[in-house]
């Protein structure tokens, strides 16, 4: 049987390409077209490679994994190791559900003229089976995304956040709340809500206890909140339409959860209050703050 190499190139850079798109929407890793076509290059490079070049099995499955972590690094970047290695198994369990709809194809179709070369079927199918089994494969692997995706968000997500204020910090549990779209209305600021209970280490203590007479309209005489150039931050909620919040700008935030995230242009709002009833977290944050986020190791 003839095997054209530029047909097997075609193929490869196009499954590629698809498996990788894939990859970054299961694991919600940003990328972009231009680093995704040369991953998929290089991805086919290697399949036309794996025809000209004989190895043994050992060194095949080694120089396999080799190029699957070069192809990730370059389609996502240079991420952390432990980053790097979750964007392969992504890759891994990707190739091997657009495997398994590759089957099934050959099972209904049943072509003729098939053999196997260096583990890959050739034949008069490939084209129409490997793009479509890569079709098929994309389509399952979003729809279930998101239903992952809207399944997490209706769990209690629990992180850490730091709180970094005039030269003090403390860090307390935060839930991330995908209802909580608080913000300051005149600089259109993310706002989190934080326990009173949780800031009297780095808060100015008179301010809070004189939170109740601030929020009546007694603040004129009560001088902490020009001091520390506190603001106050309208919010609604079930059963309180017209409510008041006393915020603070912190120096700076951070989240500890898979990577450590940083923000300095948050609000802090003291509630007066208990967010949780067994005390999982003292502290809510919506996803605004999460997506607007930067990494730790770009903060200079």
């Known amino acids: 049987m003839t095997i054209y190499l530029d047909v097997v190139f075609f193929e490869n850079v196009i499954l590629n390409f698809i498996i990788i798109l894939s990859t970054s929407i299961l694991s919600k890793t940003v990328t972009n077209t231009k680093r995704i076509m040369i991953s998929s290059i290089i991805?086919?490079?290697y399949a036309i490679l794996n025809y000209i070049v004989n190895l043994n099995s050992f060194f095949n499955i080694v120089i396999k994994i080799i190029i699957s972590f070069i192809m990730i690094m370059i389609a996502f970047g240079k991420y952390s190791v432990k980053k790097v290695i979750k964007e392969v198994i992504f890759f891994y369990l990707v190739t091997f559900t657009f495997g398994g709809i590759a089957f099934m194809l050959l099972f209904f179709i049943n072509p003729n003229n098939i053999v196997i070369v260096k583990n890959h079927f050739v034949g008069t199918y490939p084209i129409k089976v490997a793009i479509l089994?890569?079709?098929?494969?994309?389509?399952?692997i979003s729809i279930v995304s998101k239903i992952i995706k809207t399944k997490?968000?209706?769990?209690?997500?629990?992180?850490?956040?730091?709180?970094?204020?005039?030269?003090?910090?403390?860090k307390i549990k935060t839930m991330l709340d995908t209802g909580n779209l608080l913000k300051e209305p005149i600089s259109n600021a993310d706002?989190?809500?934080?326990?009173?209970?949780?800031?009297d280490d780095i808060v100015s203590k008179k301010l809070l206890q004189d939170m109740k007479y601030i929020l009546q309209g007694e603040w004129?005489?009560?001088?902490?909140?020009?001091?520390?150039?506190?603001?106050?931050?309208?919010?609604?909620s079930l059963g309180n339409e017209n409510g008041l919040l006393i915020a603070f700008k912190p120096d700076y935030i951070k989240i500890y959860g898979e990577e450590e995230l940083v923000r300095d242009d948050v609000l802090i709002a003291i509630y007066d209050g208990k967010l949780s009833r067994n005390n999982?977290?003292?502290?809510?944050?919506?996803l605004d703050i999460?997506?607007?986020?930067?990494?730790?190791?770009?903060?200079s």
């Open 43 to 45: 991805g086919g490079i």
């Open 220 to 236: 004129i005489e009560n001088s902490s909140i020009h001091d520390y150039k506190f603001k106050l931050v309208p919010f609604s």
């Open 280 to 286: 999982m977290y003292t502290s809510l944050i919506g």
């Open 133 to 140: 089994s890569g079709l098929v494969g994309f389509i399952t």
């Open 191 to 199: 706002v989190a809500i934080v326990e009173k209970a949780s800031l």
């Open 152 to 170: 997490i968000n209706k769990k209690i997500t629990i992180c850490e956040l730091e709180i970094f204020y005039n030269g003090k910090n403390k």
């Open 290 to 299: 999460l997506n607007n986020s930067k990494s730790i190791k770009n903060i």
